[in-house]
């Protein structure tokens, strides 16, 4: 099943429809383009009540998935606390996979 979320996650980020990184998925968030976030568990508790707060308050989907490491790798780049998918349908596959865990 992570094998499934780690392949949808880097074909977003190849189709360019997944920003990633804090001041990234924030501006996602705010301009309403963010359809999903997605947080390492183990980033801190800060960033994740940050983005609970506003992704509650702007009714995006929010989840939280695996670590910094393997967040970063799957999308081809070092650690990222934080991801935004930005298109509908990426969106929805990946959240249903998630809700598999």
Not at 85 to 101: C, K, M, P
Request: proline letters at 1%.
């Amino acid at each position: 099943m992570q094998n499934k979320i780690t392949s949808m996650l880097g074909l977003a980020t190849k189709a360019g429809k997944l920003v990633s990184g804090e001041f990234m998925v924030e501006n996602a968030v705010k301009d309403h383009s963010a359809k999903l976030v997605i947080l390492a568990t183990d980033c801190s508790d800060n960033t994740k009540k940050k983005f609970r707060n506003q992704t509650t308050y702007r009714h995006v989907p929010y989840y939280e998935y695996s670590d910094k490491e393997e967040l970063g790798r799957c999308i081809g780049k070092e650690f990222r606390a934080c991801v935004a998918v930005t298109d509908e349908g990426f969106a929805t596959s990946i959240r249903g996979l998630l809700e598999q865990l």
